[in-house]
């Protein structure tokens, strides 16, 4: 055989060589991969079984555990994390979710580390306090912070001016500025009215005795607006981190905006659609123009903004000045927070509430205009009958 007759034999040998070899990694590769992901598999399913089962089941000592009324269920499972009686808190809340578990009530429990995730789960279902309270009041959604002082004056021995000292103090909200990254130095702009304003979480609070300080009556309100806040932060949340049109808002500007919502809207919808509008207004560049604010600005509650309120040379006011006012304007509630983060996607730019409730939205001030026309007169005339009745 020349050698010229050899080489074809050469390339086919090389060819079928080269075939074999490629089968070889492909066949090594897919072997990886199978392995890789059985691998990821019984890993996850060794970790779920894990964070289900008990931390140890000889260990039936008795730990005692009190959840405070308002907590979350992330807050719930961070004091169970640190008690030691589960794995993981985040764990906790998606699990308590894909199982619909709910209604987890406030008290105090005697749990152990020999129960699972279930038994826990079930157990926090009734609650039962050793002790009878104090005192108890509620703050509810949309008040000031000097409202909130007369509030937990009239439930508490303290007397208004106290109570408004302490939430006034300056060194007292830079104390809470280190124990609570929820305050920032934004706070302290010389523009904020009050540092503390938007960050008294509204809710119900219960005290275990008479002698409660004022100091931790206010923080207990500040650690609930944290813990609230960062649940809602970690359910809006991606792997790059918050999106949507929340995401280039800091936290003093999610409550200021969400304070707005709370004084312009009265259900989840509307405080939805209304975001939308707001969210809308700052992307065109446009004023806010809401109301609340103004009366805000002013110091006091109006029924109706005149002219004159809105020429109020204060910066506040969202008639005369762009973007956000310098912070809150009252204290928002959860669902208000959510709809900063969850705006309702529309080409709207207006709204208007009418005296019964009803918000009606507009695309163009033309629109709106003929609405403000059409229901004006509703405020006029409610202003007057609620005047005779307080006669």
């Known amino acids: 055989m020349t050698e010229e007759s050899k080489e074809p034999v050469d390339e086919v040998s090389r060819q079928v060589e080269t075939a074999r070899k490629v089968r070889k990694i ?28 008990a931390m140890d089941e000889e260990d039936e000592s008795t730990v005692e555990v009190e959840i405070p009324i308002g907590s979350s269920t992330m807050g719930i499972g961070q004091i169970l994390e640190e008690e030691g009686l589960i794995t993981n808190a985040t764990f906790f809340r998606y699990y308590a979710r894909y199982q619909n578990y709910s209604g987890f009530q406030a008290g105090n429990y005697e749990l152990n580390r020999a129960m699972d995730l279930e038994e826990i789960m079930t157990s926090l279902q009734d609650g ?65 009215r009050y540092a503390l304003e938007g960050y008294l979480f509204p809710a119900s609070y219960d005290f275990l005795s008479e002698d409660t300080p004022v100091e931790e009556i206010i923080e207990a309100m500040v650690a609930r607006m944290a813990q609230i806040y960062e649940t809602i932060v970690q359910d809006y949340s991606e792997e790059e981190g918050i999106e949507g049109p929340a995401a280039e808002l800091s936290v003093h500007e999610v409550l200021t905006l969400a304070s707005i919502i709370e004084r312009e809207a009265a259900t989840a919808e ?122």
């Open 270 to 391: 509307d405080r939805r659609l209304i975001s939308g509008v707001l969210h809308n207004r700052l992307e065109e560049g446009m004023r806010l123009e809401v109301d609340p604010t103004v009366a805000y600005a002013i110091g006091e509650h109006r029924y109706m903004t005149s002219y004159d309120d809105l020429e109020t040379d204060n910066p506040y006011n969202t008639y005369r000045f762009s973007g956000l006012p310098p912070g809150p304007i009252a204290s928002p509630g959860e669902d208000s927070i959510r709809a900063v983060f969850e705006p309702t996607d529309s080409e709207y730019l207006f709204f208007y509430a009418r005296f019964g409730g009803e918000v009606i939205y507009s695309e163009t001030y033309e629109e709106h205009n003929e609405v403000h026309q059409q229901y004006r007169d509703e405020w006029i005339e409610g202003q007057a009958d609620d005047e005779e009745d307080d006669e």
């Open 128 to 192: 039962v306090y050793m002790e009878e309270y104090a005192f108890t009041f509620v703050i509810p959604e949309g008040l000031q912070l000097e409202q909130i002082g007369e509030r937990i004056a009239a439930e508490t021995d303290y007397d208004e001016e106290e109570v408004l000292d302490v939430l006034m103090d300056e060194d007292f909200s830079e104390q809470l500025m280190e124990e609570y990254p929820l305050l920032t130095e934004e706070v302290q702009d010389d523009d904020v």
């Open 26 to 53: 492909v066949v090594i590769a897919l072997i990886s991969i199978v392995l890789l992901v059985a691998v990821v598999i019984l890993s996850g399913y060794v970790y779920l079984q894990s964070a289900v089962s």
